[in-house]
């Protein structure tokens, strides 16, 4: 259970409106924006800048950006998170079905993901275990990107990270946007 009430019907007529946006863009107003948006409207920015951010000024192909972000949130049991990047995985038509094979066992791994997303994967679970990258994982990228794209995966995952440091420890669950967006891929 949530450890904040949602803020149903906000005051602030910039905070209608962004429930309005989320209405439309995800088919309901998402709960980040009725339990910290809508108490801390500027966060919005912050989070509005994030996004725009990764949608237009990262050049890693979209399923890269989506493994990133879905593998951080399933490594911090942040369940909004990683169902809204599942449900953005539907919407781009990326083939969620790779994005499920990210909780398998290792050599389930091996068949479902390239050696270059594997290794952004050993990038993600080794950060998230032990708060840093050995030498060896991080040859492991330069072998498959660019020095700028190693920033953009760094940056990826620092950015689901600051996401997923709000909603875990608010106790934010999936709002259903996966099956959302897999209900209107079927229409």
């Known amino acids: 259970m949530m450890r904040l009430k949602p803020i149903e019907n906000p ?62 949130s399933m490594l911090n049991s942040c369940s909004f998170c990683n169902d809204i990047s599942l449900a953005q995985a539907v919407r781009k038509k990326l083939g969620a079905e790779k994005f499920f094979a990210l909780g398998d ?5 091996t068949k479902s993901f390239t050696e270059k997303e594997r290794a952004v994967i050993a990038f993600v679970n080794e950060y998230a275990k032990n708060r840093r990258i050995s030498d060896e994982t991080f040859e492991s990228l330069r072998q498959f990107f660019s020095e700028t794209e190693i920033v953009e995966i760094v940056a990826m995952n620092a950015f689901e990270q600051y996401f997923n440091a709000f909603a875990v420890p608010l106790e934010i669950e999936s709002d259903g946007l996966r099956r959302m967006a897999e209900n209107r891929a079927g229409e």
């Open 11 to 72: 005051g602030s007529l910039f905070v209608k409106l962004a429930y309005w946006w989320s209405k439309r863009e995800f088919g309901k107003v998402i709960m980040p924006m009725k339990v910290i948006y809508a108490r801390k409207p500027k966060l919005m920015f912050l989070a509005n800048k994030i996004y725009q951010f990764q949608e237009k000024n990262v050049s890693l192909e979209p399923s890269l950006r989506l493994l990133i972000q879905t593998q951080v």
């Open 105 to 109: 066992d290792i050599e389930t791994k």
